[in-house]
């Protein structure tokens, strides 16, 4: 699979399209924040859940993983205090903590160190997105010439290169900004509303108001527009889990056959590889998408909500102010910021803070504001 890889790496978050075709098709945010799927640990466990028949273990993120004991090979123990070698195979998401197993092979490096390690990827932003890929990348465009070393280290086959932004193949803010709208419109007319749910993302199809033909002839041809579209948000938005798709309503059996025909044609590049259900008697169409990593939406957004989480706004001020700076490098700078973005940047953004500013060379001035819903820069 041949792909162009797009990086935005800005202070202490990189975000990332994977191109095909002159459009994304994946989008990343990567802060080191979560352990991906695939990656290797030295963990400890911490606690054995006999109602749950699982252990949980501490492999240094935010809470301790989930790991069902019938994953620890036998001649393993699983008790508390033991030191596991464990494998996420689904990256802590929502509320819910990484799935491990133990069903892997133990790096001897795992003898020398304490828990939790990690043991596989080496560290550092490009290692833990190659894990999320899927392939290695021929070309790789990225807007920061400091990530080069760390890019060559881990993509040794792919073309680096750090062309002026009007050069890229689509604006990556522009496209992300995109992934994250709740309503979507359809070429020739009609909507498509995305909403992600605690136990199943709902997608809603609308015909809109059609100016001529039939009302049969409409919803068919705005239902495979449709799904199509769906196919490529689905991955795009990385959603994973139980997906339940209301299309327009068809009374013949044929015509609802076509649509499922053409969501399931559209469906077949996903790497995740989406089971399609089929039609419900309530006239849904599910399916399930495989789900290895958290979405773009939970990775962004507040839980139920539509707003930027506060440390997500935090990397887009400091990534904003790196530009900034790359226009005018002898200025120091003001950042005024809401209030939650504020302690943000003074609480999980800090160390990008502190990497902009040992880059710069000169502190950054961060500034509460009270009635602020964003961010501002301004040069002192």
Same mark, same amino acid.
């Given at each position: 699979m041949a792909g162009e890889l797009l990086i935005s790496a800005g202070p202490g978050e990189w975000r990332?399209?994977?191109?095909?075709?002159?459009?994304?098709?994946?989008?990343?945010?990567?802060?080191?924040?979560?352990?991906p799927a695939g990656s290797i640990h030295l963990g400890?466990?911490?606690?054995? @859940?006999?109602g749950l028949d699982a252990a949980l273990v501490d492999i240094g993120d935010e809470r301790p993983g989930f790991l069902p004991l019938r994953d620890v090979p036998e001649g393993i123990k699983a008790e508390e205090?033991?030191?596991? @070698?464990?494998?996420?195979?689904?990256?802590?998401?929502?509320?819910?903590?990484?799935?491990?197993?133990?069903?892997?092979d133990t790096p001897g490096l795992a003898l020398r160190l304490d828990p939790p390690a990690q043991?596989?990827?080496?560290?550092?932003?490009?290692?833990?997105?190659?894990?999320?890929?899927?392939?290695?990348?021929?070309?790789?465009?990225?807007?920061?010439?400091?990530?080069?070393?760390?890019?060559? $280290?881990?993509?040794?086959?792919?073309?680096?290169?750090?062309?002026?932004?009007?050069?890229?193949?689509?604006?990556?803010?522009?496209?992300?900004?995109?992934?994250?709208m709740p309503s979507l419109?359809?070429?020739?007319?009609?909507?498509?509303?995305?909403?992600?749910?605690?136990?199943?993302t709902l997608?809603?199809?609308?015909?809109?108001?059609?100016? $001529?033909g039939s009302a049969e002839r409409a919803a068919l041809a705005a239902n495979r527009a449709a799904a199509g579209l769906i196919a490529r948000q689905l991955r795009l938005r990385n959603i994973g889990g139980p997906v339940v798709i209301d299309f327009v309503g068809l009374d013949r059996r044929a015509a609802r056959e076509r649509v499922r025909h053409a969501l399931e044609a559209a469906l077949a590049n996903d790497p995740a590889k989406p089971q399609l259900l089929g039609w419900t008697r309530l006239g849904h169409i599910e399916l399930v998408r495989p789900r290895r990593g958290r979405s773009l939406a939970d990775a962004?957004?507040?839980?139920? $909500?539509?707003?930027?989480?506060?440390?997500?706004?935090?990397?887009?001020?400091?990534?904003?102010?790196?530009?900034?700076?790359?226009?005018?490098p002898a200025a120091n700078w003001r950042l005024i910021a809401a209030p939650a973005v504020a302690a943000a940047?003074?609480?999980?953004?800090?160390?990008?803070?502190?990497?902009?500013?040992t880059r710069l060379g000169r502190r950054i001035a961060i500034e509460a504001g009270p009635d602020r819903e964003g961010f501002d820069i301004a040069p002192l």
């Open positions: 990332a399209a994977w191109v095909d075709g002159g459009e994304a098709v994946e989008l990343y945010v990567e802060r080191g924040d979560t352990k400890r466990v911490v606690r054995i @859940v006999p205090g033991a030191r596991l @070698v464990v494998k996420v195979r689904r990256e802590a998401w929502a509320e819910k903590a990484p799935r491990l197993t133990a069903k892997v043991l596989f990827p080496t560290t550092g932003l490009a290692a833990a997105l190659a894990l999320r890929l899927p392939a290695a990348p021929q070309q790789i465009t990225t807007d920061d010439n400091a990530v080069l070393a760390d890019l060559r $280290s881990v993509f040794r086959e792919a073309e680096i290169a750090q062309p002026a932004a009007d050069e890229w193949p689509i604006d990556l803010d522009s496209a992300f900004d995109a992934a994250l419109a359809l070429r020739g007319g009609g909507r498509v509303h995305i909403e992600e749910a605690r136990a199943a997608i809603d199809v609308d015909t809109g108001t059609p100016e $001529s962004l957004l507040e839980p139920n $909500s539509r707003a930027k989480q506060p440390v997500a706004v935090a990397h887009e001020a400091l990534r904003r102010l790196q530009r900034e700076a790359r226009a005018n940047l003074r609480g999980a953004a800090a160390p990008a803070l502190q990497a902009l500013e």
